[in-house]
Nanobody, 126 residues
Framework: VHLVESGGGLVQPGGSLRLSCAAS????????MAWVRQVSGKGLEWVSS???????YYATSGKGRFTISRDNAKNTVYLQMNSLKPEDTAVYYC?????????????????????WGQGTQVTVSS
């Protein structure tokens, strides 16, 4: 399984970014996907997840501002981030796995479950 994140960068507070995660080496439509972020020097924080049935879930920190979606024809998952805040600054990782794996990622914020990409840096600063 190979996951490649893109779309990160520097944005001003209140701005928007759309992250993409291109997946290969798996039957994408059958997999649950998640976005997880890590602030420098801190632990992993689950951001959002989308399951094979299309159901979506969000951490409180991003609810109402972030939207996760998937395009099974393109083997890609997206994270649209609006109204960005300085506290959203982090490396954003994409993860793929079974429903069980993603539930464990949500619960424990652990890299022990699923497959992970290399991450993309998001910096929110004026």
């Amino acid at each position: 399984v190979h996951l490649v994140e893109s779309g990160g960068g520097l944005v001003q507070p209140g701005g928007s970014l759309r992250l993409s995660c291109a997946a290969s080496g798996l039957t994408f439509s059958n997999h649950a996907m998640a976005w997880v972020r890590q602030v420098s020097g801190k632990g992993l924080e689950w951001v959002s997840s989308i399951y094979s049935d299309g159901s979506t879930y969000y951490a409180t920190s991003g609810k109402g501002r972030f939207t996760i979606s998937r395009d099974n024809a393109k083997n890609t998952v997206y994270l649209q981030m609006n109204s960005l805040k300085p506290e959203d600054t982090a490396v954003y990782y994409c993860a793929a796995g079974s429903t069980y794996d993603v539930v464990k990622i949500v619960t424990y914020g652990s890299r022990d479950f699923g497959s992970w990409g290399q991450g993309t840096q998001v910096t929110v600063s004026s």
